[in-house]
């Protein structure tokens, strides 16, 4: 059988401030997202973990770029010289064309002579290769903007793969320091941390600007950027007046639309995308960004607990009152809530916040993975504000005989005994291989620190039941029969 070419992609969106204004600002600071980014394709990993820079005062963007053979064949592929190397790591701007990185130990060298050699190189069943790429943004004269990062790699094997892509957000900021209206605003720690997180920035001039009011657009593309959702553009946009505005071309709308955090009949299909959000909207996005959705539908209007109650829309009572629950926003002193007062950035940023915290997922520690009896060695995650374990792939996988496909678009296809679920992640449905919606657990299923983490409406409906074992520190799960 003719070899055919294994080419795995990962593009790296490196997003900023609003979109809606030219850069001119000094060198930023990379900020590192939470996750790191990875692809599978017919037994070749291929992951993209961006790094925390320890030089040149956050300047130097890393990436490690890790590729594991997970099949049964032996994968090849050739270097041409010394110098060459199997990944291929590009930055490229919206005004300009690609760049390709260096790997970190060429860092700063100047023009290097490399004797053409031909070599193979295999790649058994189970191994490994990594390397780190570097961007120095201060030479590069890089101001905060809107960048992409492409992670490839090539390998030949006899039964060959198609091409896949992922994204996943990352930063050229200006940086928390650098804010100079912040220092005594009530929401200077929020800022900052909101900065550091990576959904939001300040200003080309080196203002955060946290009293202004926020845009829908803009408070959208923190929504999407804060749950760490790819970016997508559509040939048919969701709303009429978006062709051409920067959430729309950006990804940021029709990521927002895709999860489910957006729905266009809530406007009649006109956005308005530049006008201010309201308060009773951002209860809406955020509580929906929380998988928190049908819990809100469940309460009535007449439930609110503010003096100004009549003056919330019947439609979003449910998630005025959610929002308010999970602590996310609240009321003023005179017990109203005014939902139709602007939000603003600082407000904004305090309230994503508070939503992280609530859905917070953090891998437990030193806790482990039991399937049927057997030590799995990997790690589990817990939701820790309702306490449920998450188990991850691909170790999950791997050890119940299911077959996962991840579409890179925000959906998983898991096939085990002949039974089929597409998962929506960081939405709280799935649909069966009937193409029947079935409700999920509290925690939809979430991509973190590099991994997907499956809650156990997912793994129960494909026969695997599983319970904490607090006595041995492990996540215990055992298959059966469908």
Not at 142 to 150: D, I, L, Q, R, W
Not at 413 to 442: E, N
Request: proline share 7%; hydrophobic share 45%.
């Amino acid at each position: 059988m003719p070899k055919r070419l294994i080419a795995l992609c990962l593009a790296a969106a490196l997003t900023c401030g609003s979109g809606a204004v030219a850069l001119a600002a000094p060198p930023g600071v990379v900020q590192v997202p939470p996750v790191s980014t990875v692809a599978v394709q017919d037994g070749l990993r291929l992951e993209a973990r961006p790094l925390e820079s320890a030089y040149a005062a956050g300047q130097i963007a890393l990436i490690e770029a890790t590729a594991t053979n997970t099949g049964s064949e032996t994968l090849e592929y050739w270097l041409s010289t010394p110098c060459d190397t199997p990944f291929r790591v590009t930055v490229t701007s919206p005004s300009g064309g690609p760049v390709t990185l260096p790997r970190e130990s060429d860092l700063g060298k100047g023009p290097t002579m490399c004797i053409q050699v031909i070599k193979l190189l295999r790649l058994a069943p189970g191994a490994s290769v990594s390397e780190r790429f570097a961007w120095d943004t201060a030479a590069a004269k890089v101001a905060p903007g809107g960048y992409t990062v492409s992670v490839a790699f090539s390998a030949h094997s006899e039964s060959g793969a198609p091409n896949t892509a992922v994204t996943f957000p990352l930063r050229i900021g200006a940086g928390a320091a650098g804010l100079s209206d912040i220092s005594n605003h009530w929401a200077a720690e929020s800022v900052r941390q909101a900065v550091r997180a990576g959904f939001v920035d300040g200003y080309p001039d080196g203002l955060f600007k946290p009293n202004s009011h926020v845009t829908r657009a803009e408070f959208i593309k923190m929504l999407v950027v804060a749950r760490g959702l790819a970016t997508r553009t559509s040939a048919a946009p969701a709303f009429t007046d978006v062709q051409d505005h920067w959430v729309e071309t950006q990804g940021y709308l029709e990521a927002a639309v895709e999860a489910g955090f957006l729905h266009p009949e809530d406007y009649g299909r006109v956005l308005k995308p530049d006008e201010p959000l309201t308060r009773a909207e951002t209860a809406m996005l955020v509580v929906r960004a929380m998988a928190q959705e049908r819990r809100a539908l469940m309460l009535t209007p007449d439930q609110l607990p503010f003096a100004d109650k009549d003056a919330v829309n019947k439609r979003d009572a449910g998630f005025v009152m959610t929002a308010g629950a999970e602590g996310i926003i609240k009321g003023y002193e005179d017990q109203t809530f005014r939902p139709d007062r602007p939000v603003t950035r600082a407000e904004a940023v305090t309230m994503l916040l508070r939503m992280l915290g609530a859905v917070a997922v953090k891998v437990a520690p030193d806790a482990g993975l039991q399937v049927d009896g057997q030590a799995i060695p990997a790690t589990v995650a817990v939701v820790e504000k309702y306490g449920q374990f998450l188990a991850p792939l691909p170790e999950l996988a791997e050890a119940t005989a299911m077959q996962v496909t991840d579409d890179q678009d925000g959906w998983l296809m898991l096939s085990r005994a002949g039974r089929t679920v597409h998962v929506k992640m960081g939405v709280p449905y799935l649909i069966d291989g009937a193409g029947k919606h079935q409700p999920l657990d509290v925690a939809p299923p979430v991509r973190f620190d590099g991994k997907v983490y499956l809650p156990e409406a997912v793994f129960n409906y494909l026969g695997i039941s599983g319970h904490w074992d607090a006595g041995a520190n492990a996540f215990v799960l055992t298959t059966g029969a469908l």
